[in-house]
């Protein structure tokens, strides 16, 4: 039930941003949250990218499935990413838009 989502932030973070962005946002797509052993460095890696930049934020989306338990994982690490936690469910472009949306 729980997801690599520790490797995704990583590699995310590990982008090459543009030098004129001018905000910086990483959007987790999940029903689950990160592996136990390693759940709390996952949510201190959002806090350090969110303190990284002006507007580097992680924003996460909980999609809601039968098997899902993630939710109030997710909602603590778009909180510490300083970005926005959307529930799914709905049109898919929506969901990310609203996770965009300032």
């Known amino acids: 039930d729980e997801e690599a989502l520790g ?3 990583d590699t995310a973070m ?3 941003w543009r030098n004129t962005s001018k905000s910086k946002t990483i959007i987790i797509i ?3 949250g990160a592996y136990a052993s390693i759940a709390n460095a996952v949510v201190k890696n959002a806090s350090i990218f969110n303190k990284s930049g ?3 934020q992680v924003s996460t989306v909980f999609v809601p499935t039968q098997n899902a338990n993630g939710r ?3 909602q603590r690490l778009a909180s510490n990413g300083g970005g926005k936690f959307v529930t ?3 049109s898919f ?3 990310v838009l ?3 949306a300032e």
């Open 54 to 56: 002006k507007k580097s």
């Open 98 to 100: 609203l996770a965009l």
């Open 72 to 74: 109030q994982y997710l």
């Open 14 to 16: 590990a982008m090459n």
């Open 30 to 32: 999940s029903d689950n």
């Open 88 to 90: 799914g469910g709905g």
């Open 93 to 95: 472009v929506g969901t």
């Open 7 to 9: 490797q995704a932030l």
